[in-house]
């Protein structure tokens, strides 16, 4: 199973991006898709995800600016991020809970970055 993400960038404050992630290999089912990003010198945060059934989970300094959608059929997802902010800099990473074939249990798996720039 690869996560491969791709969209990222440098744009000036105010401006706006569109992140994909794309998972691809042996996969029986995807739960749900997210993204988390990672300043420098600050730990990994939750961004925004998007389960099975549609329901979505953000981040409340990005609720309003960022949304989060998928398409279950290419087991891509995508995040479409406007009016960013200097504070929306960081590597942002995918994330996905699957089921992988031959496996047992869903599993959390990761691509690995992409990065985002604010600035002008």
């Known amino acids: 199973v690869q996560l491969q993400a791709s969209g990222g960038g440098l744009v000036q404050p105010g401006g706006s991006l569109r992140l994909s992630c794309a998972a691809s290999?042996?996969?029986?089912?995807?739960?749900?898709m997210g993204w988390y990003r990672q300043a420098p010198g600050k730990q990994r945060e939750f961004v925004a995800s998007?389960?099975?059934?549609?329901?979505?989970s953000y981040l409340d300094s990005v609720k309003g600016r960022f949304t989060i959608s998928r398409d279950a059929a290419k087991n891509t997802a995508y995040l479409q991020m406007n009016s960013l902010l200097p504070e929306d800099t960081a590597v942002y990473h995918c994330n996905a809970r699957l089921l992988p074939r031959g496996g047992y249990k869903y599993d959390d798996y990761w691509g690995p970055g992409t990065q985002v720039t604010v600035s002008s």
């Open positions: 290999g042996g996969i029986l089912s995807v739960y749900a």
């Open positions: 998007m389960d099975s059934v549609s329901a979505t």
